[in-house]
């Protein structure tokens, strides 16, 4: 799985009696052809033809990066 990323997508339902929103997840493996993609980033994924038994779906744009300790750390050093 070295060209595959796992995308989470969360979706909200709501409950049919209780009227409660809760929250429910499902997994997509998704190609990613450079690697680029880290845990915790945004991405967009789009539908494309089958390219494993699993993997249908390719990621397209990167959204939003987290911001990690690192490099707030790299920052604070260089200052």
Known sequence: MQKTVVVRVD???MHSKYRK???VS???KA???AGEY???DTV????VRPMSREKRWKVIELIKRPIRVEEIAD???KA
């Open 11 to 13: 979706t909200l339902k």
């Open 21 to 23: 929103q809760y929250k």
């Open 26 to 28: 499902k997994k997509f």
């Open 31 to 33: 190609h990613d052809e």
């Open 38 to 40: 880290k845990q915790g």
């Open 44 to 47: 967009v994924i789009q539908e």
């Open 75 to 77: 920052e604070e050093v």
